[in-house]
C-alpha cells in the first residue's frame, strides 16, 4: 500500500480568510482593546494610543525576523531590557562534606591490630599451611 505523505507541515492553515487562526487572535484582540479604550479616553488621548497597539499587532501578526514570528523577538527583547547587564560573579559557600560512616580514631585501630606474635604461634601456623591439601 501507498501513503501519501503530508507536505508543507510547517505553513500553518488559513482559517479565516487569509488569515491564521494566531493572527486572526492578534488583530482580533488588538480591535477589542481599541474598542473599550474608544469609550474611556478622547479621540486625540485614542488615537495616541491606537498607533503603538495598532502596530504591535500587525507586527505580531505579519512580521518575521529569520523566519520566526515577530512576537519572539518582542520577548526576547523585553527579557533583554529587563535583566541587569553586569553580572557579578557570586562564589558559593563551600559546602562541608558529608561523610556517611565517621572515622574512627587511628588509636583505637592500632590497638585492636597489634597482637604480639610468638615463634611458637608462627611454627604453628606455617605448620598448619604447609599440611593442608
Given at each position: 500500500?501507498?501513503?501519501?505523505?503530508?507536505?508543507?507541515?510547517?505553513?500553518?492553515?488559513?482559517?479565516?480568510?487569509?488569515?491564521?487562526?494566531?493572527?486572526?487572535?492578534?488583530?482580533?484582540?488588538?480591535?477589542?482593546?481599541?474598542?473599550?479604550?474608544?469609550?474611556?479616553f478622547k479621540f486625540y488621548?485614542?488615537?495616541?494610543?491606537?498607533?503603538?497597539?495598532?502596530?504591535?499587532?500587525?507586527?505580531?501578526?505579519?512580521?518575521?525576523?529569520?523566519?520566526?514570528?515577530?512576537?519572539?523577538?518582542f520577548i526576547a527583547a523585553?527579557?533583554?531590557?529587563?535583566?541587569?547587564?553586569?553580572?557579578?560573579?557570586?562564589?558559593?559557600?563551600?559546602?562541608?562534606?558529608?561523610?556517611?560512616?565517621?572515622?574512627?580514631?587511628?588509636?583505637?585501630?592500632?590497638?585492636?591490630?597489634?597482637?604480639?606474635?610468638?615463634?611458637?604461634?608462627?611454627?604453628?601456623?606455617?605448620?598448619?599451611?604447609?599440611?593442608?591439601?
Amino acid at each position: 500500500m501507498q501513503y501519501q505523505v503530508p507536505q508543507f507541515i510547517d505553513i500553518e492553515d488559513r482559517i479565516i480568510g487569509p488569515l491564521t487562526l494566531k493572527q486572526f487572535i492578534y488583530l482580533a484582540f488588538a480591535a477589542a482593546v481599541l474598542f473599550v479604550f474608544w469609550f474611556l479616553f478622547k479621540f486625540y488621548i485614542w488615537i495616541i494610543i491606537a498607533l503603538p497597539i495598532t502596530v504591535l499587532a500587525f507586527a505580531f501578526a505579519f512580521v518575521k525576523i529569520n523566519d520566526r514570528p515577530f512576537i519572539y523577538f518582542f520577548i526576547a527583547a523585553v527579557f533583554y531590557f529587563m535583566k541587569p547587564k553586569l553580572y557579578i560573579f557570586g562564589a558559593m559557600p563551600a559546602t562541608p562534606q558529608l561523610k556517611a560512616f565517621p572515622e574512627k580514631p587511628a588509636e583505637i585501630i592500632d590497638q585492636k591490630t597489634e597482637e604480639k606474635i610468638t615463634r611458637s604461634k608462627l611454627k604453628e601456623l606455617a605448620l598448619s599451611l604447609d599440611t593442608r591439601k
